[in-house]
């Protein structure tokens, strides 16, 4: 699986916005883009994934870059509860079966 | 509708024993994968398991092991523990090999 670049972590303040970048200047055309979360003492989650269009969900939203070389999760509103850390993956979709390949991730805190 | 659960949640062995993880899968997901997660690190595939067959596996040595049952659950076994297998191992469920991954809480094993 081609690789990402995240920032090691970030901070927000609760309720404002929080941008979350991914790099991942190696992707192939039939790689998604795929953003899992995990919480304190949690399992990851999943979040959200896009292909080449934005994105929108009811826990966030996807902007991809037309190159597709760089993507940014969109916490409208950031709560306590996000505090956690953030996954930019890249998933193969042209192979009989795909796996996640996880990095270290974002660690997102937020401050009331 | 229950998640993903996985037995037990915390256990203790010594170097050179052997440890079977359990996990149950969402009902109505066939496909089963397994991740360990050292700390500090993004969880690292283990296996897939699709209809009862190995479908992938990770970097993994020969030590490791799993098996999916004909109800979709699976085990994860791992002999000859050394202290390095110290780590949370997480499974996680979908409906199909390249579906929206569903995660358990993990089971948190410690090698003394």
């Known amino acids: 699986d081609a690789k990402t670049t995240q920032p090691n972590s970030m901070e927000s303040n609760e309720e404002e916005p929080v941008h979350l970048p991914c790099n991942h200047s190696t992707i192939s055309g039939t790689d998604y883009i795929h953003w899992y979360r995990q919480l304190p003492s949690q399992g990851p989650e999943y979040v959200i994934h896009g292909l080449t269009s934005n994105v929108n969900n009811r826990m966030a939203s996807l902007a991809i870059a037309e190159d597709r070389k760089s993507s940014t999760l969109i916490l409208h509103r950031a709560t306590l509860r996000d505090a956690a850390v953030y996954y930019c993956?890249?998933?193969?979709?042209?192979?009989?079966?795909?796996?996640?390949?996880f990095g270290k991730g974002t660690m997102l805190l937020v401050s009331p | 509708d229950a998640g993903v659960t996985q037995s037990p949640t915390h256990l203790i062995k010594t170097r050179g024993q052997h440890v079977t993880l359990r996990c149950s899968p969402i009902s109505g997901h066939k496909s089963v994968s397994w991740y360990q997660q050292v700390l500090g690190q993004g969880p690292q595939f283990i296996f897939q398991?699709?209809?009862?067959?190995?479908?992938g596996r990770g970097n993994f040595p020969d030590r490791f092991s799993a098996r999916q049952f004909p109800n979709y659950s699976s085990e994860l076994n791992v002999n000859a523990l050394l202290l390095g297998d110290s780590a949370l191992y997480l499974c996680?469920?979908?409906?199909?090999?390249?579906?929206?991954?569903?995660f358990g809480e993990g089971s948190r094993l410690t090698v003394l």
């Open positions: 996680a469920s979908s409906s199909s090999t390249r579906g929206e991954l569903f």
């Open positions: 398991y699709y209809e009862k067959e190995e479908r």
């Open positions: 993956i890249l998933r193969a979709s042209n192979s009989g079966y795909s796996t996640l390949t």
